[in-house]
């Protein structure tokens, strides 16, 4: 049986869906734009700007449908150490297993991740997925990167700040200690 290659550009900025319904089985390849519109759809969302390029290659058959996807891009997020929001690089590659019989379990794919379809539908959204990948694609502490001698790119202003900040916390706790409260004792008592 000979394989039907099928490329599919997603024109629609708000649509992250693939119609497997109408696909025949076989290879087909979608190409999806994510940008600032998408990252508002999700209330709270962490990320307020970005552009992301997604790839998908998909491989339908009876049962089920093989998504290899790839993201590339960047995202506005903020600086955990000076708040300022810069962009960050992401790059992700997954694989989704889409089944269209809804009884499928983790464990007849793997390590995939698995998405059941209820009987009756022809598409799965893609966009929540896309989402979250992309979150998980980032690095838990997110700062800006250094500049090409090392330096951070933080705003300065925050920086001298947090640096005045962390002194002071440390000449306050040092004066709460009760070590530093025995010295003053023991010194008091040697003069008497």
Partial sequence: MPTLHLNVTMNNQY????????????KHTFEFEVNDAFFRR?????ISEGQVSVHV???KTSNFMAL??????????ACDRCLDEFFMPVDFEGTLTVCFSGDARD???????????KPGDTEVDLAQYIYESICLSL????LHPNDDEGVSTCNKEMLAKLHELQEEA???????????KLSAGSTAHSKA
């Fill in 15 to 26: 649509s992250y869906d693939i119609a497997y319904g109408s696909l025949p089985q076989g």
């Fill in 57 to 59: 290659d998909a491989e």
């Fill in 139 to 142: 690095p838990m502490q997110r």
């Fill in 107 to 117: 464990d007849d794919f793997s390590e995939d991740e698995v998405m059941n379809m």
């Fill in 42 to 46: 999700f209330e709270g969302s962490e």
């Fill in 170 to 180: 440390q000449r306050v706790k040092s004066e709460n200690s009760p070590w530093s």
């Fill in 68 to 77: 290899q996807l790839g993201m590339e891009g960047s995202v506005k997020v």
